[in-house]
Every structure is written in C-alpha cells, then in structure tokens.
C-alpha cells in the first residue's frame, strides 16, 4: 500500500531502540550482566517491573531542557539507574555500580542489529530519500552508531544529550528538521514509541510512523495507540518501504 501523502516524503528520520536495534537478548539481561559482578541478582521480572516503574519519572519526561555535556548525560542516566536500583531494594549503590552499568551499554555485544535495518536503508538511500536519525540516547551514542555500522547510512545523528531535549519535545524534531533544510511537510518519522515518537513528531508537523517489532522485553515502556488513531503501524522496515511504494529486496525474509 502507499502512504496517503504526496509527494514521497524528502526525509526520513528514525528512532533507534527497538526501531533499528535491541539490547541483546533484552535491556534487563544487560543490566543484570552488569549487577551481577556487584552481587546483585534481581530476577529479570523484577527488573523490568522497575525499570519501566522508573521509565515513568522525570528521565523520560521529555518536557525539560537539560545541560548538554557528556557529564550531565552521564548523571541523568545514573539518577535514573539509582531509581531502579532503590525500587529493587539496593539504595545508596557506591559509583562503581553505576560504571558498570554505563560500560555494559557500550559494548557493541550488547546490541542486536535487525536483519532488514540496513538491507532497507540502502533501499532509501538509493531512491534519494535523506536519512538521519532522532533517537534519546546518552552522549556516546554517535560512537556507538559508527560501531553497529549504523552511522554510514545517515547524513545526522540527532541524539537527545547533544541537543537538551528528550522526544516527544518538538524541538529535538525542530532541531532535526533545521539540521536537514526540510519543511515538515515532507518529513516522515519512524519509532517504536506512541508517546514520544507518534506525538512528538505530529508536534512538530512531521508524519509519524508507528513501528512495532513485538519485542518481548520486560522493561519496554512505549504507550498504546488509542481507539481511532490512524497512525501508520509497520512490524519492520520492510513495511516502510511498501508504505511508501518502495520495493522490497528480493532477497528480504518477511519473518
């Protein structure tokens, strides 16, 4: 089917996490790899019952500026971490925990790169569709992109501790729409989140796009769509370029 916008849009942006890759095998596996060399073993339930307790506070507010430096980047995922830590008991944790965690994140075993990622962005790209990405991510992030072999596709890396907003704030979109020289209008976002991806992008009059790759991970926190919304819902990328009358590669496994 085509989207029901023309024309094709001109750029489109995208979110990363669970959108192009997931922590591998989940985001609490990675923490627990990290707390277990601390002797803390919540199981993996309780884990991501905290974290998506903890993915409901101010961290993820996306309504407040902050300081852009590697160090308040730093200090806003740690103040996060201390909330998950406490709900599971452990308040008061020494920095080293906190390190831990912070290294685990960075390592480039811990991320899984779905396989119709770049298979699809090649297809963009070829069609002269720009690409950059929107994602909220700590200040490594552009590192990290280059070490999944992300990087390359993109002409920006928008990432939230480089900017001073967290999705769904309209000016990280704003910012990403300057940074690219393109009218909304022709602007198609793309992310695994309702409520920072759907509704930040429309914020700031770009089209959203919902991705919803059924991933099973205790400590997703993502939204609902509601009854009556008629935002676009794909399971991969493959089903972007179908939206927007891309072919598909043929070689591309449908599931």
């Not at 999944?148 to 910012?175: C, M, N, T, W």
């Amino acid at each position: 089917m085509m989207l029901a916008v023309a024309p094709r849009p001109e750029v489109v942006f995208l979110d990363v996490g669970d959108t192009l890759l997931r922590a591998d095998p989940s985001w609490p596996a990675v923490y627990l790899s990290a707390l277990s060399r601390h002797g803390i073993r919540p199981t993996a339930e309780d884990l991501g019952a905290a974290l998506k307790e903890a993915a409901g506070g101010p961290r993820w507010d996306g309504t407040v500026p902050f300081e852009t430096t590697a160090e308040a980047s730093y200090a806003r995922i740690v103040a996060f971490d201390q909330r998950v830590l406490a709900g599971l008991g452990h308040p008061n944790l020494p920095d080293d925990v906190f390190r831990s965690i912070h290294a685990a994140f960075r390592e480039r075993s811990a991320w899984h790169l779905y396989p119709d990622v770049e298979p699809s962005l090649d297809v963009l790209r070829e069609a002269g569709i720009r690409l950059a990405v929107i994602s909220n991510w700590l200040w490594e992030a552009p590192e990290l992109f280059h070490d999944v072999g992300l990087a390359r596709h993109f002409e920006q890396l928008i990432v939230s501790a480089r900017i001073g907003y967290d999705k769904p704030h309209p000016e990280i979109f704003r910012h990403a729409l300057q940074l690219m020289g393109v009218v909304p209008e022709r602007a198609l976002h793309v992310g695994d989140s309702y409520q920072a991806d759907v509704l930040g992008a429309r914020a700031a009059g770009i089209i959203p796009v919902l991705i919803d790759r059924s991933v099973s991970d205790f400590a997703r926190f993502v939204g609902a769509v509601p009854p009556g919304d008629d935002v676009p819902v794909i399971t991969d990328l493959y089903g972007l370029l179908d939206l927007i009358g891309l072919a598909v590669p043929s070689a591309a496994g449908r599931g």
